[in-house]
């Protein structure tokens, strides 16, 4: 089964890699995670644990994360709606085309009608 895959996100190449639930890669501190995003490395780490009825949600969240360092957003403080709902507005199809592929590549075997929804 394959357990990593190559993405690019505004022309910068991203490795995502799903791993052991207990691996390094997933810990941010003390707490362990079901995925983590990393910008120096431009990688994301995705628990093994992770199901395809739990993955798609965890893939957006650390994707959306990979967006804004990737297009060098700056993040203030605290976001109005309005600068929440820009963000999503440009980039919420990206994201949605690639959690679909890596989910299609990482876990394979279910149907489309699984992950349409938000």
Known sequence: MKTEVSITINGCAWLVSKVDAHSPGL???ESECRG????G????????????????????????????????AVIPETWSEEDVCEIIGIYAQDIVDAANFILNRLWPGGCACENSGI
């Not at 983590?36 to 910008?39: A, L, Q």
């Not at 431009?42 to 009825?53: A, G, H, M, P, Q």
């Open 27 to 29: 810990m941010v501190g």
């Open 36 to 39: 983590t995003c990393w910008s």
């Open 41 to 72: 490395t431009s990688s994301i780490y995705l628990s093994n644990e992770l199901t395809r009825v739990t993955a798609p949600r965890v893939i957006r969240h650390e994707l959306a994360h990979a967006w804004i360092w990737a297009t060098q």
